[in-house]
């Protein structure tokens, strides 16, 4: 069957930047289409089950009034709901899983509640419409417009075209863009075309990504036996050694991202290594009464089952599902040598009582919805940030832009990628999203939602955390918004001095900070 649907902002994609796009865009009093591949909007947050990865200044200062009431809203969730102890009910920036990565490590569930909260207004009115389970198929064009997208039901088979004046992508992999014939690139750039220190020497590769994760959750019950049935490709993986790694994929052992060192991990803390079950661990058992669980909730997205054999996007749809798979089950594998195989301090071998949770991530294989994606298509956009704005290797501050939408910080952060490279870990300084980031050079009516904006490889590696990606999608969807009230379009924003003036005067009225404050502590 085919239908066609009209709105006044299409999203496609409903991940934590088309989530932050259709909040803004439906406060502004649009009617708006968000479209989303998987059972749950959330993307990184939810459906990738990865707990926020976020800067230092997270708590006082640095993303928008909107990520804040988002963080707030996951923490009175669990205050509302469940049996907490007296002590973590008082503790004013309290993180449910006391994760040592992240400030607020929390359930996807949790976050899913809370995102669908916060849009429950404008689709209880009508004013928002979520499909779920709907995949962008192909799109229209009118020279350089993007006329309408039509997308299919994964569920039933059928079609919906959406029409609207304008149209962001939210997907995780950019997915529009090639439909829509947007100019785009993909992978690694080289020095000729960026000067970046750490781009390619010689020729860009396309096909160099960072790796994707297939992350999962468990919890432990040492008396218990839950050992998961053998994975098919277990024997593989168990013997795989990439060249640059220190030891096999299976192991307790990792490097330092930013010297590339061997590591030695422990499983659990008490030991004398890092301890990777608290690395991302969201649920700590302690914070709740007594009984309430039997064990803490750990997810893993650690440095064992990242997989970087071969990238997923702009390849064939065969090798793109042999890759999905092989990541799925690399994860797989990588949690029955836990159970089975990993050395323990008693001289044991394995622990069978970690139990995997299908129900955490709402699978039934155990498996998160989507694999947690690094690295989208990017935009050939007005602006690409470049590593020169923001390293603090190359300069004491970095660029202001005075089309700035937004801000953020996390350093340049890219794992193993599937060109077989290492991790290139660099120190970055607090940066701004310019606007001009966010538009494509030559479509007028498409924003860039996620992070499929005029970043680089290099830069990606800070500007795809969840606080920026959210920042992004919230300034794309006011900025389609202002152009839909004031009848201009973006380009026109950036350009006009009187009209970038307006619209940045309605982002910081909605809470955006669009400039670091002057202070000792940034």
């Not at 006082?60 to 469940?82: A, E, K, L, M, P």
């Not at 417009?145 to 950019?174: I, N, Q, W």
């Not at 947007?182 to 000067?195: I, M």
């Amino acid at each position: 069957m085919n239908r066609e649907f009209h709105a006044d902002i299409v999203i496609l994609g409903g991940g934590t930047g088309g989530c932050a796009a259709a909040l803004a865009a439906a406060k502004m009093g649009k009617s708006v289409i968000m479209t989303e591949e998987t059972l749950w909007i959330g993307g990184q947050l939810t459906s990738q089950a990865v707990p926020p990865d976020e800067h230092p200044w997270i708590e006082s200062f640095g993303c928008t009034r909107s990520y804040r009431q988002f963080r707030d809203g996951v923490r009175n969730y669990y205050r509302n709901h469940f049996p907490m102890t007296a002590k973590a009910r008082s503790i004013k920036d309290w993180n449910p899983g006391t994760a040592s990565v992240s400030r607020i490590s929390h359930e996807p569930r949790a976050a899913l509640a809370v995102l669908t909260q916060m849009l429950a207004p404008y689709v209880h009115s009508g004013r928002l419409t979520i499909l779920s389970r709907f995949q962008a198929e192909s799109a229209e064009t009118d020279g350089d417009s993007v006329r309408s997208v039509t997308v299919k039901s994964l569920d039933t088979g059928d079609r919906v075209t959406l029409t609207s004046p304008y149209f962001l992508d939210a997907t995780e992999c950019g997915d529009i863009l090639p439909l829509a014939k947007v100019e785009y690139v993909t992978g690694s750039e080289s020095k000729n075309e960026t000067g970046e220190p750490h781009a390619l020497d010689g020729d860009a590769d396309p096909m160099d990504m960072q790796s994707f994760t297939h992350c999962f959750a468990m919890d432990y019950h040492p008396d218990e036996d839950y050992t998961i049935s053998k994975p098919e490709q277990y024997d593989f993986w168990k013997e795989y050694q990439a060249d640059f790694w220190p030891d096999k994929q299976l192991s307790m052992t990792g490097v330092r991202p930013h010297t590339l060192e061997p590591v030695t991990y422990d499983l659990f803390p008490g030991g004398s290594n890092f301890s990777l079950w608290t690395y991302r661990r969201i649920l700590d058992k302690t914070h709740f009464a007594e009984g309430a669980f039997t064990s803490d909730i750990t997810l893993v997205n650690w440095p064992a089952n990242d997989y970087w054999l071969g990238p997923i996007i702009d390849v064939p749809e065969e090798e793109k599902n042999k890759h999905l798979h092989n990541a799925k089950q690399l994860s797989l594998s990588y949690l029955y040598w836990l159970q089975t195989e990993a050395p323990r301090p008693d001289g044991k071998a394995g622990y069978p009582g970690l139990r995997l949770r299908p129900d955490v991530c709402g699978t039934e294989d155990g498996l998160a919805m989507y694999p947690y994606i690094r690295e989208s298509r990017r935009i050939k956009a007005e602006f690409t940030v470049l590593e020169q704005h923001l390293s603090s290797d190359l300069r004491d501050k970095a660029e202001e832009y005075p089309d700035s939408v937004g801000i953020g910080c996390y350093r340049i952060d890219l794992h193993p990628s599937t060109g077989q490279r290492h991790y290139i870990d660099v120190s970055s300084l607090p940066f701004q999203i310019p606007l001009g980031s966010l538009l494509p050079v030559r479509v007028n009516n498409l924003l860039a939602a996620c992070k499929n904006i005029g970043v680089t490889h290099i830069t990606n590696g800070c500007y795809r955390l969840h606080p920026v990606e959210w920042n992004i999608g919230e300034a794309a969807g006011y900025l389609a918004a202002f152009c839909l009230t004031q009848g201009v379009q973006p380009k026109e924003v950036r350009e006009r001095k009187d009209l970038l003036e307006e619209f940045q005067k309605v982002l910081a009225a909605e809470g955006i900070e669009l400039a670091w404050p002057v202070t000792s502590a940034v």
